[in-house]
């Protein structure tokens, strides 16, 4: 499964554990004798859990995996950012989500309600594919960071049209770490008494 | 019943592509666990080269992706029954959600009478809708992030 070309990948297929799975739990697996193998891009490498595995992309696991990291290798454009903590900013302004939209939402609506933090310099508020509704998100963006920042604050857990709308950044510096990850706090175990002084 | 709403991993991935006379044409998209979207979109028509774009996003973006996939019900799905991939093309959906992960393959669909008199068109259509769904997510936000706007 070795492929040399793979560079610039979060992850290292071959050093990491590939998580093999543990079948003999009794989960259902339609890759009858091939235990399906979990890339620890999936997992972020610290989860150990067995899954449940469905479907016939497990059939081929070597050939399509290797057929992934070639497509997935190479560079990836994105907006330079240090990386850190914190929302990003976009090509020309500040995305944030909103959640919890109504179904029968407008345009107008969003406008409305979010108009008054700044200029609405884009708007997408999509449909739901099958029903023609509104899916229940929409992306707007704000030129500057405090119109953004002010509409999160403003908005997030109220009401538009009789639901409960969440607001948020949409893009972040970096990546996020999950809940249950254990944190070190930078001090370490050191005493937070002060220093002797002589 | 562990339907891992929000909690426990999430990760997802879909591709569809296919070989051709304009090379491998393809497009793909991957959230990960860490909140990272990747994108890419193939083409050699025209001598047109690899479009690749990445971001992070916030909790709250893959939180709302969660819920898409979750209100489809797509992993209750299975796609044994599904038209396998051919000389026409391939997709892929893969996703982990919480201790479940799907790994469906089919053939491109070109519309609503490819789903009709398949041997699954109830799963089918689910995957169909689930799929334009994320698109129209995924392109807003990749677009959104990248993209200055004509005047």
């Known amino acids: 499964m070795a492929n040399a070309e793979v560079e610039a990948v979060d992850f290292e297929p071959d050093d990491d554990d590939l998580m093999d799975e543990d079948v003999g739990d009794g989960s259902p697996s339609r890759a009858a004798a091939t235990i399906p193998r979990l890339k620890s891009a999936i997992t972020g490498g610290g989860s150990s859990t067995p899954k449940k595995t469905k479907g016939r992309g497990f059939r081929d696991e070597a050939a399509a995996e290797a057929d992934r990291n070639a497509r997935m290798a190479g560079r990836f454009d994105s907006l330079d950012s240090d990386g850190g903590p914190g929302p990003e900013r976009s090509i020309e302004g500040w995305i944030v989500l909103v959640t919890g939209v109504h179904e029968e939402a407008q345009e107008d609506d969003l406008q409305n309600a979010f108009g008054e933090y700044g200029e609405i310099k884009n708007l997408h508020l999509n449909l739901d594919r099958r029903t023609g509704f509104v899916k229940g998100y929409g992306l707007i963006e704000f030129e500057k960071f405090d119109e953004a920042q002010q509409a999160i604050n403003e908005m997030d857990g109220t009401e538009l049209l009789t639901q409960t709308i969440n607001v948020d950044w949409a893009f972040s510096k970096g990546p996020f770490r999950r809940r249950n990850m254990r944190r070190r706090s930078p001090r370490g175990h050191r005493s937070r008494s002060p220093r002797r002084r002589f | ?151």
Not at chain 2, 39 to 47: F, Q, R
Not at chain 2, 93 to 102: A, K, T
């Open chain 2, 1 to 151: 019943m562990a339907d891992g709403e929000f909690n426990g991993e999430f990760y997802l991935r879909y591709y569809v592509g296919h070989k051709g006379k304009f090379g491998h044409e393809f497009l793909e998209f991957e959230f990960r666990p860490d909140g990272k979207l990747r994108y890419a979109n193939n083409s050699n028509y025209k001598n047109d080269t690899m479009i690749r774009k990445e971001v992070f996003l916030t909790p709250a973006v893959l939180r709302e992706c969660r819920r898409i996939v979750n209100d489809s019900e797509i992993m209750k799905e299975d796609d044994n029954n599904w038209p396998e991939p051919d000389r026409v093309g391939r997709q892929e959906l893969e996703i982990v959600m919480g201790n479940e992960h799907i790994s469906f393959t089919t053939s491109k669909i070109g519309s609503l009478m490819d789903v009709q008199t398949s041997k699954d068109p109830e799963g089918l259509r689910i995957f169909y809708y689930l799929v334009q769904d994320l698109k129209c997510f995924v392109f807003s936000l990749i677009s959104l992030h990248f993209k200055i706007k004509p005047i």
